[in-house]
């Protein structure tokens, strides 16, 4: 991994280029190397086995652990029925979007028997992130997370805690998620919602046959534990909350925020949030519920209004921390969490979070702007295949899901190599809208005609130009909140509000001081954010809804960068194992 150092340099001068080669081996970061192998495994649920997905067999996924400056390299080997890509979500791929990884993006997928080694290097970042499939519904079980510590001897912002434990939470389904997004692509309709939420893979005691598949985290009085909250649900926001405990923000989407103190947290699918929670003070003579259920305003429609429960435990005074302390006959508390619709307490929540801003952790705002864009996002239809009906929004009609009315088709190649050797006639067409074609009253009354179009439109930017983003929901359908996420690069989210965006009186509230700068942020249900990035990443990215049932019906578009006129400015080229399609 790291280089090696002699054991028998004795004289004082070798003693010291030993130090400086360690000192500029810590300050450069090392290469480390991962084996995924994607393999099928039986796993029992909910009273039930079945075959899943997995990553090395195991559910979720293995960790990946780095520092800030370290190169990765994952070799992952495909040995299931199923296409595979993963993708290393919030890693920046700084001119490395071969290693980007979602299907028909930046990649063809490994078919079954294929290998490929993702390479990339982690550029000036810290913090909480994870991994996952990138290709139809398959991230439901694999998927894992990516904790990034800072370079050697870079203390964190806050007090360093006693231990660091990542939360996942994910959802399950009794049914084979590929057979029913399938189903629900072949009838138009909606897809069934989840049968249970998950913390590291177990559902917890408030599903049938769960009580034992209950994460449990236990603590000593005093202590202060970071958790790694990362939200690997395909369709659901949480809230997340833990009994007469509080948490304090540090960080969000692998960036430090100035801190502060909730008693209950929401965290949007794609996005991952730690939080530090000291132990009470003296063993409580309790136990008690950590908490999560889904946040969603839509109207018709259902999802799964379930809760899943881990159990935060004490150690007991005198006992050692291996030995078994969980006691059924102590009071188990449960936290209150906001209800299910509660927009009030989100955009609350969503506008304590602010960037440090320190001389060590700027916020880079783009003060200025070259591209401005408008975006609606949110819910359509598409007519039904002549000579049949439908389960959508009518039998006339299936759902479907746009960008500015343009519900993106996946091309059979990748994105990213028809640009790269100039193929790209028959593939995409550079002339993504920069604004809606129509206008109409977005968050009011609907229009009668609910259609999209659809097609393989590209939006192209030239290198490092400063970009402002405002991204609209709309009541197609109904409103409905949108976590959008963009891959290749992190952006500031200046603005948000309720309603109809205003570009006259909006723009100057916004923050450009401190805001958050996050790689997945929620369009407000009924209303809107603004955003602004830096293009100084060549390549195709991949910006979508991760809900994930909205990427499927069309709800993403991609960014062309363009390189720039340095040599470190320009795409690196393809490396020799790239899947071909």
């Known amino acids: 991994m790291a280089m090696a150092i002699s054991s028998d340099l004795r004289a004082p001068c070798s003693l010291l280029v030993a130090t400086l080669m360690l000192i500029i081996v810590q300050a450069q970061g090392i290469t480390r190397h991962y084996n995924f192998n994607v393999?099928?495994?039986?796993?029992?649920?909910?009273?039930?086995?079945?075959?899943?997905?997995?990553?090395?067999?195991?559910?979720?996924?293995?960790a990946l652990v780095a520092r800030e400056g370290d190169r990765v390299l994952v070799r992952v080997t495909n040995h299931v029925a199923h296409n595979m890509t993963l993708h290393w979500h919030g890693i920046r791929q700084l001119r490395s979007g071969w290693a980007d990884g979602p299907a028909y993006v930046t990649q063809c997928p490994m078919q079954t028997g294929q290998s490929y080694v993702y390479n990339f290097t982690i550029t000036e970042q810290r913090g909480t992130l994870w991994w996952h499939a990138h290709i139809s519904w398959l991230r439901a079980t694999v998927y894992g997370?990516?904790?990034?510590?800072?370079?050697?001897?870079?203390?964190?912002p806050f007090a360093a805690p006693h231990k660091e434990v990542p939360m996942i939470f994910g959802e399950w389904w009794r049914a084979d998620t590929e057979a029913l997004v399938r189903q629900a692509l072949k009838t138009g309709g909606?897809?069934?919602?989840?049968?249970?939420?998950?913390?590291?893979?177990?559902?917890?005691?408030?599903?049938?046959?769960?009580?034992?598949?209950?994460?449990?985290l236990k603590v000593e009085p005093g202590k202060t534990y970071l958790l790694r909250l990362i939200n690997a649900a395909l369709n659901d926001e949480l809230f997340f909350s833990v009994a007469n405990h509080t948490l304090t923000v540090v960080e969000v989407d692998a960036v430090y925020v100035k801190p502060f103190t909730v008693k209950t947290l929401i965290i949007s699918p794609g996005q991952t949030t730690n939080v530090l929670l000291t132990a009470k003070p003296f063993y409580p003579k309790a136990n008690f519920y950590m908490s999560a259920a889904p946040y969603s305003v839509i109207r018709p429609g259902t999802f799964d209004n379930t809760t899943v429960a881990g159990i935060l435990e004490y150690q007991k005074p005198g006992s050692s921390p291996s030995a078994p302390s969980f006691d059924k006959d102590l009071p188990l508390f449960k936290p209150t969490l906001p209800r299910f619709n509660h927009t009030g307490f989100v955009a609350n929540f969503t506008s304590k979070l602010r960037s440090l801003a320190t001389p060590q952790y700027p916020a880079a705002v783009p003060q200025s702007v070259d591209k401005r864009f408008f975006f609606t996002v949110g819910l359509g239809t598409l007519p039904c295949p002549a000579n049949t009906t439908c389960q959508?929004?009518?039998?006339?009609?299936?759902?479907?899901?746009?960008?500015?009315?343009?519900?993106?088709?996946?091309?059979?190649?990748?994105?990213?190599?028809?640009?790269?050797?100039?193929?790209?006639?028959?593939?995409?067409?550079?002339?993504?809208?920069?604004?809606?074609?129509?206008?109409?009253?977005?968050?009011?009354?609907?229009?009668?005609?609910?259609?999209?179009?659809?097609?393989?439109?590209?939006?192209?930017?030239?290198?490092?130009?400063?970009?402002?983003?405002?991204?609209?929901?709309?009541?197609?359908?109904?409103?409905?909140?949108?976590?959008?996420?963009?891959?290749?690069?992190?952006?500031?989210?200046?603005?948000?509000?309720?309603?109809?965006?205003?570009?006259?009186?909006?723009?100057?509230?916004?923050?450009?001081?401190?805001?958050?700068?996050?790689?997945?942020?929620?369009?407000?249900?009924?209303?809107?954010?603004?955003?602004?990035?830096?293009?100084?990443?060549?390549?195709?990215?991949?910006?979508?809804?991760?809900?994930?049932?909205?990427?499927?019906?069309?709800?993403?578009?991609?960014?062309?960068?363009?390189?720039?006129?340095?040599?470190?400015?320009?795409?690196?080229?393809?490396?020799s194992d790239l899947p071909k399609c």
Request: with cysteine; proline share 9%.
């Open 39 to 62: 393999q099928m495994a039986n796993v029992t649920r909910l009273c039930a086995t079945k075959s899943i997905v997995t990553v090395n067999g195991e559910y979720p996924g293995p």
């Open 145 to 156: 997370a990516i904790v990034i510590l800072p370079k050697h001897g870079v203390p964190y």
């Open 190 to 216: 909606a897809p069934n919602i989840s049968d249970a939420f998950t913390i590291n893979g177990l559902p917890g005691p408030f599903y049938n046959c769960s009580a034992k598949d209950t994460f449990k």
């Open 392 to 575: 959508g929004p009518t039998n006339t009609t299936q759902f479907a899901a746009a960008v500015n009315n343009v519900s993106l088709v996946l091309p059979s190649t990748a994105l990213l190599q028809s640009h790269f050797t100039g193929t790209s006639r028959g593939v995409y067409r550079s002339n993504f809208p920069i604004m809606p074609l129509k206008k109409f009253n977005y968050t009011g009354a609907p229009p009668n005609n609910t259609n999209v179009a659809t097609g393989t439109k590209l939006l192209v930017l030239p290198f490092n130009s400063s970009v402002e983003l405002v991204m609209q929901d709309t009541s197609i359908l109904g409103i409905e909140s949108h976590p959008l996420h963009l891959h290749g690069f992190n952006f500031f989210v200046v603005g948000q509000g309720v309603g109809n965006y205003d570009s006259v009186d909006d723009p100057a509230k916004f923050n450009l001081v401190d805001p958050v700068e996050r790689n997945t942020v929620g369009v407000p249900a009924g209303g809107w954010v603004a955003i602004r990035f830096l293009a100084d990443n060549p390549g195709v990215w991949f910006m979508h809804c991760h809900l994930e049932v909205h990427t499927t019906w069309g709800l993403r578009m991609a960014w062309l960068v363009l390189d720039g006129n340095l040599p470190n400015q320009k795409m690196l080229p393809p490396p």
